[in-house]
């Protein structure tokens, strides 16, 4: 099936807008962008590139994936442990409260 060279071009820009460390990605995306100022790249071209990107892309996914999972794990640690302290704090003030009509009462009982 042929290429979209709008697509493609549309793919190499979006990937341009990332910040890539990866010294294969960046040297695909230097050699794939003197393709383009050429012309039309080749199929090989166009096959090396989109290998490379397929490459960087699924390990970048699957390392953005594991972070979100860490974070949604600890985000539910929180959430419970702001949910235990609220309950915490609700038996905190029920004491409270009854100790200070206690010590109300106690005080009344005590008045001269």
Known sequence: ????????SALFEEVG?????????????????????RGTP????IEAYLR???R????????ARAHLADVEK?????????FNLSAERGVAARRVAVTQ???SNLAELEEP
């Open 74 to 82: 600890r985000l539910a640690r929180v959430s419970q442990l702001q």
């Open 56 to 63: 960087y892309f699924t390990g970048f996914a699957r390392e």
């Open 17 to 37: 807008r990332f910040y890539i460390t990866d010294r294969a990605m960046r040297h695909a995306q230097t050699r794939f962008a003197a393709a383009l100022q």
């Open 52 to 54: 490379t990107a397929r």
């Open 42 to 45: 080749t199929h090989e071209e």
């Open 1 to 8: 099936m042929p290429i979209d060279d709008a697509r493609l």
């Open 101 to 103: 009509g206690v010590l």
